[in-house]
């Protein structure tokens, strides 16, 4: 079950928390209602643990709505988890024209095997130029394959 | 020694049209150890092999030719072997290879080399940087099509004595407690981040796929296929059953149900999305086509079995064992089974 907070910025803009599991029963009318005057909505997915196929169509629903609700408003995706990440690298049209600025993807240490999630700009080769340092002294690389969490160079 | 499949004073054997070494020794390996004695040539053009003539397999390694449409070379091989199982196996290119390959009527298998996926998109792999397929899924294919169809489930696919848990579901709140059932199971065995989430997409995916899209009526018509998923649904008599175990490296989960509706062309329909790209999620009520990509993109094998209008089973077989990406490398391999109602195997 997904659920959802809004914030308000001095800006005037608003952000969007989700937290929880996006599938069919993800009811995002009040969400895209609450944000209708808002000029940039900021939405964080750092939450977000899973997503089904209908979730990825709900998903949809709710980006068409927030890109559709104001003309010409610029809409962020950021902390995206890995879960939406695959999705967004399967699928380059879902985010429909929303900016994504950051993914959280998980990191492994090649050295002590340590495991850990580090944030990283949603680009490609975000996994090398931003690789973190691990506590060993070693450089952790991503704990999967880059085309299924990032978009192509 | 023989093997309780071959007939009396016959030794079953299986065609390879490979020049990878590797590849040659585990399917060797693999089939030897099935039951098969296995005979290669480099390519397409060298078959018959002289003195191989109750050929179990014919395994086609799409290399030997990387820019000779699959097409070309399964039918090719195919001349040669009328009536005998086609694998197909590809380490360059392999998705798209593979993919292609498994929409080719005569083949229903599809292995990807070890090592296939581990180079930057679109770069062409060095044939000696590439593993041969994994011996165990090519022995657990290979053994499921010469015992049929009766040993469903994961225990195929599992190291003998795993427990394998059975769920019945009847309706779409067993279907929760289901899910809920393997997420406990897993994280019971500390699987957590993207190890957890595969396991739990693939279940769910394969659960909702029987509750709503396999379901038919006594005309063969589709029952649930329109219905809105937010609502719950029943089964009324039939049973939906999910299956799942694992040995520590290997976790696999079964969905069985008793309609058999699910068609190979269906499968390789959506799977060629992935080969093609997806534009956005089909519009329409129905989700299964995206939940099939979904677990095929989470899963290492994927796995088909079908008695037309008696019942489906669909296994997803992940690994579990070392690092998400090291599962990821494995790349997925497609296994479709097809039985008629009297238990004889359709290759």
């Given at each position: ?153 | 020694?023989?093997d309780?499949t071959a007939p009396?004073?016959t030794t079953r054997g299986a ?20 039951g098969l004695q ?16 109750d050929v179990a ?89 010469l ?201």
């Amino acid at each position: 079950m997904i659920q959802h907070q809004t914030a308000t910025r001095g800006d005037g803009s608003i952000e969007v928390s989700l937290k929880g599991k996006i599938d069919e029963r993800f009811e995002y009318g009040d969400l895209v209602e609450a944000t209708r005057s808002a000029p940039k909505v900021v939405v964080h997915l750092g939450g977000v643990r899973a997503i089904s196929s209908l979730g990825v169509r709900s998903f949809e629903g709710m980006m068409s709505g927030l890109m559709g609700a104001v003309a010409a408003r610029t809409v962020e995706l950021v902390h995206v988890p890995p879960a939406l990440a695959t999705q967004l690298a399967m699928i380059p049209n879902l985010c429909q024209g929303a900016v994504v600025r950051t993914a959280e993807l998980p990191f492994v240490c090649p050295s002590c095997g340590a495991e850990a999630t580090h944030e990283v700009p949603w680009k490609a080769n975000a996994h090398v130029d931003h690789a973190p340092a691990c506590e060993c002294g070693g450089t952790m690389e991503l704990d999967g394959l880059p085309e299924q969490y990032l978009p192509p160079p | 020694m023989t093997d309780a499949t071959a007939p009396q004073g016959t030794t079953r054997g299986a065609a390879l049209v490979s020049k990878h070494g590797p590849t040659c020794r585990r399917v060797a390996q693999s089939l030897g150890a099935a039951g098969l004695q296995v005979r290669a040539a480099p390519f397409p053009s060298e078959l018959p092999i002289p003195d191989l003539t109750d050929v179990a397999a014919l395994l086609v390694d799409l290399d030997v030719a990387p820019t000779t449409p699959a097409a070309e070379l399964i039918n090719e091989a195919r001349a040669h072997y009328p009536t005998a199982p086609i694998f197909a196996v590809a380490g360059i290119d392999a998705r798209a290879r593979l993919i292609e390959a498994l929409c080719h009527a005569e083949v229903n298998h599809v292995m990807p080399k070890r090592g296939a996926q581990t180079l930057p998109r679109g770069g062409v792999p060095l044939l000696g940087s590439l593993e041969g397929p994994d011996e165990h899924d090519l022995f657990a294919a290979v053994r499921r099509l010469l015992t049929g169809p009766e040993r469903p489930g994961v225990a195929p696919y599992l190291l003998a004595g795993a427990p394998v848990h059975e769920i019945e579901v009847r309706n779409s709140e067993d279907k929760d407690a289901a899910l809920n059932a393997i997420v406990s199971f897993a994280e019971s065995m500390d699987l957590g981040g993207e190890k957890l989430r595969r396991v739990e997409l693939a279940t769910e995916e394969l659960l909702m796929n029987a509750l709503y899209d396999a379901p038919r009526n006594a005309n063969g018509e589709a029952v649930n296929a329109n219905i809105d998923r937010r609502l719950s649904v029943t089964l009324g008599s039939s049973i939906v059953r999910l299956r799942f175990g694992c040995d520590g490296q290997t976790l696999a989960v079964a969905v069985a149900d008793p309609f058999g509706s699910l068609a190979k062309r269906a499968v390789t329909e959506r799977l060629k999305k992935v080969a093609d790209g997806l534009p956005r999620p089909s519009p329409g009520v129905a989700g299964a086509g995206l939940g099939l990509v979904m677990t095929y993109t989470v899963a290492n094998q994927l796995v088909f079995c079908v008695v037309p209008g008696r019942s489906t089973e669909v296994t997803a077989v992940m690994h579990v064992a070392g690092t998400n990406r090291a599962a990821q490398e494995r790349g997925t391999a497609v296994h479709f089974y097809s039985y008629s109602p009297t238990g004889s195997v359709t290759p």
